[in-house]
C-alpha cells in the first residue's frame, strides 16, 4: 500500500480526490487532510494567507499520523502566488515540517507538463485574469512557454466547486479560442476547487490536446516523490504509459 497525503484548502472538489482513488484501481490511498481556508478569496493578500507556513503544518501531523509518505499542497493558487522562489521555500518548509517529501500543485504542473515533453501550453483559469497572469510567470519562469491566458473572473472556490461539466467544458473552449492558443500542444485548467477528474479524456478527446488539471497533477505529483508509476488512461495522457500524441 501507497500512502500519499494532500492538504487541501477548506471544501470543494476533494470528492475529486476519492474518484481519482478509484481510478487508480491498484493499492494506493490518498489521504487528505482540509486546511484553513481563511477568507475564500482569489485575490493576492488572501492566497498569500492561505498559504501560509502555519496555516499548512496545522495539517501535517493529521498527515504523518495517517503514514502518508509523501505531502502536495493540494493547492494551485496558494502556492504560484509565491512566485518561483517563495513558492520553493514555501515547500522546504512543509517538506521540514512534515518529514517527508513534499510539493504543490503548482510544480506539479510544471512537473507534468515536462513529462509529456510539451513546450507551449495555453492556461483555462476560473481565476481573475491577474491571478491567472501570475500563474502564467509561474511556468514561465520555468522554461514553459504560454500561449494564452484565460481567466475567467471567478472569485471564490465555493463558486468553482459548484461548476458543472458544461461550465468546465466552456472554460476549455475558451481558453483555446485565442488564436494564440492554436499553438499550445497542452491545455493546462489550474484550480484545484474544480471538479475534473470524471471528465479529462472527455476533454482530451473533444479537444485533441493532453489536458492537465489540478487535482489530477497534484495525485500525478505525489505518485512521482514516491517513484511510483500507474497506468491510469482514465485519469488522460498524463497516466497513460505507452501515450500517442494527439494529431
Known sequence: ?????FL???HSAEDDYQRIEHLLGSDIRLDLVHTD?????????ALLEMGSPDRLKAGVEALRLSGAEAVVW???SGSFVYGWEGA????????????MPASSTSFAFVHAVRELGVRRVAIGATYPADVAELFA?????????????HGAGVITAAEVGEWS??????LAQE?????????????LLPDTALHTASYITALEDQLQKPVLTANQVSVWEALRLTTRKVNAPSLGTLFTRDRHPHP
Open 175 to 187: 481558453a483555446l479560442a485565442d488564436g494564440a492558443a492554436e499553438d499550445a500542444e497542452a491545455l
Open 74 to 76: 493540494a493547492c494551485t
Open 1 to 5: 500500500m501507497t500512502a500519499l497525503g
Open 37 to 45: 481556508i481563511g477568507e475564500d478569496a482569489h485575490r493576492v493578500d
Open 88 to 99: 520553493h521555500d514555501q515547500v522546504r518548509g512543509l517538506a521540514l515540517a512534515a518529514g
Open 137 to 149: 510567470g509561474f511556468l514561465r519562469a520555468a522554461g514553459i512557454e504560454v500561449t494564452s491566458v
Open 165 to 170: 461539466e458544461a461550465e468546465l467544458t466552456s
Open 8 to 10: 487541501y484548502p477548506g
